[in-house]
Antibody, heavy 122, light 109 residues
């Protein structure tokens, strides 16, 4: 059974760096999937943050690209998110997810973590 | 960027009713469209991919249609557990540039 679990600080000060990890079980990061981050600010909808492949190739949301770094650690089967210079607008529930793309029509997130609330506040 | 819109933003219906949600892309995305169900405090759940293919384990009360720019999600025989927010997501720009619709909240009375 595929499971993803986000972890990281729940409170980050403005102008600092938000860091989250996603631990994956039941599916190897080295297999033929991408891995993604999605967030949901309070009272708003889902926003795609970025995708990463096990090779380390990344694709970022243009609106976050200048502040965003994603990385993958296949030896520990986890991937990470770093968002620099955060403001209150970055307060959100952050989800990690598996992006399936092999097979007809499959370019979507089939397994998600439960989400981690990150609040940006002093 | 491909923009996704959804309508209506909110719908209220009774148990046993049917509802249809519309999703529109700002440019053609063939059938690279997925639908998700999201309940408060839970992980979003993939319902449909390729615009009309039901994900394994999803009840047949859910169905999707469309291609190009216009898509629909229909839920028949509504159940109380169908109360959730439903999002569409385009994967045409894979492996990056994904976008979600703004969501449609469904309230089943």
């Amino acid at each position: 059974q595929v499971q993803l679990q986000e972890s990281g600080p729940g409170l980050v000060r403005p102008s600092e760096t938000l860091s989250l990890e996603c631990s994956v079980s039941g599916s190897s990061l080295s297999n033929d999937y991408y891995w993604g981050w999605i967030r949901q600010p309070p009272g708003k909808g889902l926003q795609w943050i970025g995708n990463i492949y096990h090779s380390g190739t990344t694709y970022y949301n243009p609106s976050l690209k200048s502040r965003l770094t994603m990385s993958v650690d296949t030896s520990r089967n986890h991937f990470s998110l770093q968002l620099d210079s955060v403001t209150a607008a970055d307060t959100a529930v952050y989800y990690c997810a598996r992006l399936i793309y092999t097979g007809y029509g499959k370019r979507c997130f089939d397994y998600w973590g439960q989400g981690a609330l990150v609040t940006v506040s002093s | 960027d491909i923009q996704m819109t959804q309508s209506p933003p909110f719908v209220s219906a009774s148990v046993g009713d049917s509802v249809t949600i519309t999703c529109r892309a700002s440019q053609g995305i063939t059938d690279w469209l997925a639908w998700y169900q999201h309940k408060q405090g839970k992980a979003p759940k993939l319902l449909i991919f390729a615009a009309s293919t039901l994900q394994s384990g999803v009840p047949s009360r859910f169905s999707g249609t469309g291609s190009g720019t216009d898509f629909t999600l229909t839920i028949t025989r509504l159940q109380p557990e169908d109360s959730a927010t439903y999002y569409c997501q385009q994967g045409y720009t894979f492996p990056g540039g994904f976008t979600f619709g703004p969501g449609t909240k469904v309230d089943v009375k």
